[in-house]
Nanobody, 127 residues
Framework: QVQLVESGGGLVQPGGSLRLSCAAS????????MGWFRQAPGKEREEREF???????????RHADSVKGRFTISRDNTKNTMYLQMNSLKPEDTAVYYC?????????????????WGQGTQVTVSS
């Protein structure tokens, strides 16, 4: 089992920044990659949008086109923690942000690829 806990969400004005964290515990040695997804208001779980992902051993990253140049995913293996630095935030970035862990090689943009999920943290971008 892998436990994931997100933190760092909140209310921010358009153009502002936030940094989300995702702390992993448990059988973390089995993690192949981790990712961030977001669920906008009124959307179902199956409609969660891929945001970014990072391979745990190589730090190779992938970002969705909608956040490229604004968001950056990173990780600190010594702390078993993943981060999402979000800059130039827009109202359309408002969502619950979830972190997820993947134990096997696959397409990191796909929701069902991931084996464990956190509870989510709310990000609201509004003036």
């Amino acid at each position: 089992q892998v436990q994931l806990v997100e933190s760092g969400g909140g209310l921010v004005q358009p153009g502002g920044s936030l940094r989300l964290s995702c702390a992993a515990s448990g059988r973390t040695f089995g993690i192949y990659a981790m990712g961030w997804f977001r669920q906008a208001p009124g959307k179902e779980r199956e409609e969660r949008e891929f945001v970014a992902a990072i391979r745990w051993s190589t730090s190779i990253t992938r970002h969705a086109d909608s956040v490229k140049g604004r968001f950056t995913i990173s990780r600190d293996n010594t702390k078993n923690t993943m981060y999402l630095q979000m800059n130039s935030l827009k109202p359309e970035d408002t969502a619950v942000y979830y972190c997820a862990a993947d134990l096997n090689y696959g397409d990191l943009r796909v929701l069902d690829e991931y084996d464990y999920w956190g509870q989510g943290t709310q990000v609201t971008v509004s003036s």
